[in-house]
């Protein structure tokens, strides 16, 4: 299994890690991602608050809808972005 090398961990602790994640169950491994789905989209949302700090929390929500899904999707989905936009910062 090709890797990047990991500048912060040995390669012994690396190798350590694959092997556990190897023998994970299933249900842990799907547990995992959706962990790191979770803090990539609190990431994401800090950011966009960040970069918006006069947006709305629906405001936010409705742009990262359209980060995640892209502007058409989330168009159809959620309608689109207001006129008052936000984004202007």
């Known amino acids: 299994m090709p890797s990047t090398p990991l500048t912060d961990t040995s390669p012994a602790a690396e190798r350590l890690q694959i092997e556990l994640m190897r023998q994970a169950p299933a ?15 609190l990431l994401t949302f800090t950011g966009l608050r960040r970069r918006h700090p006069q ?8 742009m990262l809808a359209e980060l995640w ?16 936009n936000v984004r202007a910062a």
């Open 27 to 41: 249900w842990r491994k799907a547990y995992l991602v959706g962990q790191m789905t979770e803090s990539i989209r």
């Open 55 to 62: 947006a709305t929390p629906d405001q936010l929500r409705r």
């Open 69 to 84: 899904l892209g502007p058409e999707l989330a168009a159809r989905v959620y309608g689109p972005l207001p006129e008052e």
